[in-house]
């Protein structure tokens, strides 16, 4: 014969299914907590990355014309490079000192940054960026504008490279015929590039003169 349960059987039967429920309960809490977390995070990951890939995409620069600049003493080496550029449509501030270009030539990759090279210290002094083996140059091309800073759509600044200085083989810059791809980099991780390719002949008329590349 079966024996009955008695009040305290039943007691310990429900203390234990309580037991179980709160500890369901805190598991799912616990778990409910470990996913808003995640979706948080991954939401600050998405929203950052995707600020990023803006930015990248519409800060950018245009380049407007590419000349070179033939030796006065030796027709056929360009020794100096002038790239205008612009900022795209739709683009913020671009800050050109942060800037870094890299130059793939006949003689290997060069690699250059900007320097400001003004001595003076006055707030009203403007930076001074010249061209050398290490280092690009920057010049305002219209009024009012900031060298190493184009904030307008009408914004022109030379971007300048030292192509004989940083020629460490032969010191001549590109010869005729001669090509060098140019990557211009911008703190966004955007890019500009562009190919300089010198004209097969020149002539004695282009010495010390500006041609298209």
Do not use: K, W
Request: net charge negative; no cysteine; proline share 2%.
């Amino acid at each position: 014969m079966l024996a009955q349960n008695t009040a305290d059987d039943r007691g310990q039967v429900g203390i234990g299914t309580l037991i179980v429920f709160i500890a369901m309960v805190l598991v799912a809490a616990i778990a409910a907590g470990v996913l808003i977390n995640t979706a948080g995070f991954l939401q600050t990951q998405a929203e950052a990355t995707g600020e990023q890939s803006t930015e990248q995409v519409s800060n950018n620069l245009e380049i407007v014309s590419t000349t070179g600049v033939v030796n006065q003493s030796d027709v056929g080496p360009i020794n100096e490079t002038r790239m205008v550029v612009q900022m795209s449509p739709g683009a913020d501030d671009i800050d050109l000192s942060e800037m870094t270009i890299q130059v793939i030539g006949p003689d290997g990759a060069t690699d250059l940054i900007a320097e400001d090279n003004d001595s003076t210290t006055n707030d009203n002094s403007v930076a001074n960026y010249t061209a050398d083996a290490d280092h690009f140059g920057l010049t305002e091309i219209t009024d009012d504008t900031v060298p190493d800073v184009l904030q307008e759509r009408s914004d022109r600044v030379a971007v300048e490279i030292d192509l004989a200085a940083i020629d460490a083989a032969s010191g001549n810059g590109l010869d005729e015929g001669e090509s060098a791809d140019v990557t211009l980099t911008l703190q966004s991780g955007s890019q500009s590039v562009t190919v300089l390719s010198v004209p097969d002949s020149l002539n004695g008329e282009d010495a010390g003169n500006d041609v298209r590349l």
